[in-house]
Each structure stands twice: as structure tokens, then as C-alpha cells.
């Protein structure tokens, strides 16, 4: 049973298109995250929710848009991709905010070309 | 601004010998601290969450130590194993703030047989 899944687990896709990550978590967890890990292997977060509630937006440019539809779920979607946006998303989860460990997806290794 | 660095970035040791791995950060009034390990093309699995009441914490031939007061922790891997040969994360949560996870930068461990 996969705790935190995400899908697509590879995506290869043009310059200015469009494209959606999501992401499932069956732990009855409260709160969900996206990370971004660069080509550097640098892991940092862009996006936090809880109770399907955004409360962190690290600075994350606008064609980067999270979307919860109901506590189990965070979704990434990514309009006018970039050359820049080629990375590893992962997704994860916690209890809720109160600093309860992080379970992580497997990653989505994205690469614009 | 909370920093988290570790220290080596990589290792390579033969097999059953006992390491360490260091973590350190700049802002000590953290909840917790976690460890993860990475594989290549993988997602991140949680190892260790210390709280910051503990010093300790153990599981199997993992033993992670937490020093808030010095900005410091340590992963011990006693025996290790050529299936011990992966990246190991520490992260925390910012200072005061638990909602999120600050990364360390990694160390590489190689374990040859």
C-alpha cells in the first residue's frame, strides 16, 4: 500500500506547453506539500496545505498554480513551461502542521525540452 | 534564517565498518529533526524524527543524536552494508515554524563490499 503516490513518475515535455502533477496520500494526513529537488540534488519547498487550505507559497512563480480538491489530494499544475522548471517534484505529507514527521512520493522527474 | 549543512558531502568506506554523518543548522529553536535516506531515481524514506525534547533515537543499526544548544546532529550506521549506500537528508523545521522543512545538502554514501 503506497502511502504518498504521485503521477506521472516521468514527464518529458516541450517549452510553453502545459502539464499537471498529482498526487494522492492514503495516511489521513491533514497537511500536504510540494518540493522541488534541482539539478544539484537541493531539495526545497514550494507549496504547503492544510485542510485543503494553502499556507505557504515560497516564492514560486505564478505559472505554478496547487490545487486541493479534498485533503488527500494535491495536484501541480504548470502553465508556459520552462527550460528552468526541469527538476524533481515530490509531494508529501504530515499529520498536520504541528511538526509531525514528513512522508515523501516517489518524485516526479520532470524535463522540459 | 534557518541553514542546514552536512558534512561530508560524500563517502566511500568498505563493508562493516561503523559511520557517522553530520548535520548542522543555524537556528536551534527547532521542533524536531528527520533523516531520510534518498536512492538514485527514488523518493526520500523517513529514517529517523527526533523530537527536540530527545537526544536520541534509534532504529536497527541507525542511531541519530540531536544537539539543539550546538546546531548538531549525527547519524550513526553501525555495520554498514553495501544496501546502506545511498543519500542521507537531514532536515528540521524552520525556527518556530513547523509547517514546512528546511534540507540539508546530502551526504553520498558509498559502501563497497
Sequence with gaps: DTAVSQTPKYLVTQMGNDKSIKCEQNLGHDTMYWYKQDSKKFLKIMFSYNNKELIINETVPNRFSPKSPDKAHLNLHINSLELGDSAVYFCASSQDTRAYEAFFGQGTRLTVV | ?113
Excluded at chain 2, 95 to 101: P, Q, S
Aim: glycine residues 8%.
Design chain 2, 1 to 113: 534564517k534557518q541553514e542546514v549543512t552536512q558534512i561530508p558531502a560524500a563517502l566511500s568506506v568498505p563493508e562493516g565498518e561503523n559511520l557517522v554523518l553530520n548535520c548542522s543548522f543555524t537556528d536551534s529553536a527547532i521542533y524536531n529533526l528527520q533523516w531520510f535516506r534518498q536512492d538514485p531515481g527514488k523518493g526520500l524514506t523517513s529514517l529517523l524524527l527526533i523530537q527536540s525534547s530527545q537526544r536520541e533515537q534509534t532504529s536497527g543499526r541507525l542511531n541519530a543524536s540531536l544537539d539543539k544548544s550546538s546546531g548538531r546532529s549525527t547519524l550513526y550506521i553501525a555495520a554498514s552494508q553495501p544496501g546502506d549506500s545511498a543519500t542521507y537528508l537531514c532536515a528540521v523545521p524552520p525556527g518556530g515554524a513547523t509547517n514546512k522543512l528546511i534540507f540539508g545538502t546530502g551526504t553520498l554514501l558509498a559502501v563497497q563490499p
